[in-house]
């Protein structure tokens, strides 16, 4: 099979129109590393993501391949069992959930504050923990609150990052683009990223990228080799530029 993470001939329809067509691609990296989706609005990033984890709208046809299994008839939980994470671009506030609560719901009160304590620290999260989730935060303390959830799946071996860097300042840019890459090694686990302005790019290590374009993948080649060409010229240019593909 080969492949960490990857779908063939994947099509998926929301409310009776098809976003995604058809997609083969291969998103596998090495630990450690991200592979970078760029693409305009509607283009059907955000809906891939959220078609292989599995929620309810999403008609799906094709293959979702995880270390070469097909997860397609899995759950949202069991996926996440079986190691595939998603982190929301804008995720619902819970007004009278506390974090913590959940946290220690989820891996015990000791390991809250034993296991977990450094990364709390390194996100600066303690601060919001007795908080009501999502409830009153700025931008970046909602992304930071997302990650430390990540921080605490166990198992994971592919995140996927929807739009991380959207919505903050650019202190707290470079605290969750350097978050993310620790998390990865820590985890050893690759990542996937969808990206508009690319500026987290400057904090991760991405080694691959794609163009997706009306449901489909457009170009693949170096992310920021691909940005520049979006900077400059577009999205139109770049997936017809020969020279990003590689």
């Known amino acids: 099979m080969g492949g960490m993470f990857k779908v063939k001939?994947?099509?998926?329809?929301?409310?009776?129109?098809?976003?995604?067509?058809?997609?083969?691609?291969?998103f596998t990296v090495p630990v450690g590393k991200f592979f970078v989706l760029f693409g305009p609005n509607g283009c059907g990033k955000s809906t891939l993501f959220r078609a292989c984890m599995g929620f309810s709208k999403y008609e799906v046809s094709g293959d979702i391949l995880l270390e070469g299994k097909k997860i397609n008839g899995l759950k949202i939980d069991e996926r996440v069992k079986s190691g595939l994470a998603y982190m929301y671009q804008n995720p619902p506030s819970l007004k009278g959930v506390k974090f913590e609560d959940v946290a220690k719901e989820s891996v015990g009160d000791d390991l809250v504050?034993?296991?977990?304590?450094?990364?709390?620290?390194?996100?600066?999260?303690?601060?919001?923990?007795?908080?009501?989730?999502?409830?009153?935060?700025?931008?970046?303390?909602?992304?930071?609150?997302?990650?430390?959830?990540?921080?605490?799946?166990?198992?994971?071996?592919?995140?996927?990052?929807?739009?991380?860097?959207?919505?903050?300042?650019?202190?707290?840019?470079?605290?969750?683009?350097?978050?993310?890459?620790?998390?990865?090694?820590?985890?050893?686990?690759?990542?996937?990223?969808?990206?508009?302005?690319?500026?987290?790019?400057?904090?991760?290590?991405?080694?691959?990228?794609?163009?997706?374009?009306?449901?489909?993948?457009?170009?693949?080649?170096?992310p920021m080799e691909i940005l520049e060409c979006i900077k400059e010229h577009g999205y139109s240019k770049c997936v017809n530029c020969e020279e990003v593909k590689k």
């Open 9 to 26: 001939n994947l099509s998926v329809t929301v409310d009776g129109q098809e976003i995604i067509k058809g997609l083969t691609q291969d």
């Open 113 to 222: 504050w034993k296991e977990y304590s450094k990364d709390i620290d390194n996100l600066d999260a303690r601060k919001f923990l007795k908080r009501d989730i999502n409830v009153g935060l700025s931008g970046g303390e909602v992304k930071r609150s997302e990650l430390l959830s990540l921080a605490m799946l166990e198992n994971t071996k592919v995140f996927l990052f929807d739009e991380p860097d959207s919505g903050i300042d650019l202190d707290n840019l470079k605290k969750v683009g350097e978050y993310m890459g620790n998390l990865l090694k820590k985890k050893k686990a690759m990542g996937i990223i969808v990206t508009h302005s690319g500026d987290i790019l400057k904090y991760i290590d991405a080694v691959k990228g794609a163009v997706m374009y009306r449901g489909k993948i457009a170009c693949v080649g170096k």
